[in-house]
């Protein structure tokens, strides 16, 4: 069982930068493959990145490559997503997720365990 916490959310005007975490509690954090999801207002939720266990790999959804950085400690049960260059359509709420497995993925339904999400938001 692992719990996960976001943060880092907010406002940001287009072109800006912010950086999410997520921290997970329990002891066995570096057994999950981490990702982030997001979700925009009537939209379905979608794969962002994903990140193996040792950190190693990494994927992200084709057309956010180059804006966004995932990354992880797994000293300190973190999760990050650095997103750069921020676009009003990045706007959703940005979810953690974490699967008890060796394989990376991107689908959603993959995933064991899901924080409870943190908004973003772009400005024009």
């Known amino acids: 069982q692992v719990q996960l916490v976001e943060s880092g959310g907010g406002l940001v005007q287009a072109g800006g930068s912010l950086r999410l975490s997520c921290a997970a509690s329990?002891?066995?954090?570096?057994?999950?493959?981490m990702a982030w999801f997001r979700q925009g207002p009537g939209a379905e939720r979608e794969f962002v990145a994903v990140?193996?266990?040792?950190?190693?790999?990494?994927a992200y959804a084709d057309s956010l490559k180059g804006r966004f950085t995932i990354s992880r400690d797994n000293a300190k049960k973190t999760v990050f997503l650095q997103m750069d260059s921020l676009k009003p359509e990045d706007t959703a709420v940005y979810y953690c997720?974490?699967?008890?497995?060796?394989?990376?993925?991107?689908?959603?339904?993959?995933?064991?365990?899901w924080g409870q999400g943190t908004q973003v938001t772009v400005s024009t």
């Open positions: 997720a974490a699967r008890n497995s060796p394989l990376i993925t991107r689908r959603y339904h993959d995933f064991d365990y």
């Open positions: 329990g002891r066995t954090f570096s057994a999950y493959i």
């Open positions: 990140i193996s266990r040792s950190g190693v790999n990494t």
